[in-house]
């Protein structure tokens, strides 16, 4: 285990150290393969570039809690994952995108 992950594990409340001492690499990774697509990622793709037998589903569900309360989601858009802005912070970042108009 690298210092980054026992430093990870150190913070993490005591419910949530199990499936993370076992799984930190593949969380990391999943949580940068996401971040990194520019589309969806079904679970399949996530799967393909994990050792087999690592509980996919199991890793998105716990990120998608980690991100519940942050100001963006782990959401599931026609069957793939990405992330996206938290819907209560929709309207401040309305001004930020300009869409252009002919």
């Known amino acids: 285990m690298s210092q980054v992950e026992e430093r990870v594990i150190e913070k993490l ?52 809690n980690d991100y519940l309360s942050r100001g963006v989601n782990l959401v599931n858009i026609a069957g793939g994952w990405t992330f996206r802005t938290a819907d209560d912070f929709k309207d401040n970042l309305r001004s930020l995108v300009q869409v252009k108009r002919r």
């Open 13 to 64: 409340p005591e419910e949530k150290k199990s499936l993370r001492t076992e799984y930190i690499s593949e969380i990391r990774l999943v949580e940068a393969l996401l971040f990194a697509s520019q589309r969806p990622l079904k679970a399949q793709d996530i799967e393909d570039r994990l050792p087999v037998g690592v509980p996919v589903m199991e890793l998105i569900s716990e990120l998608k």
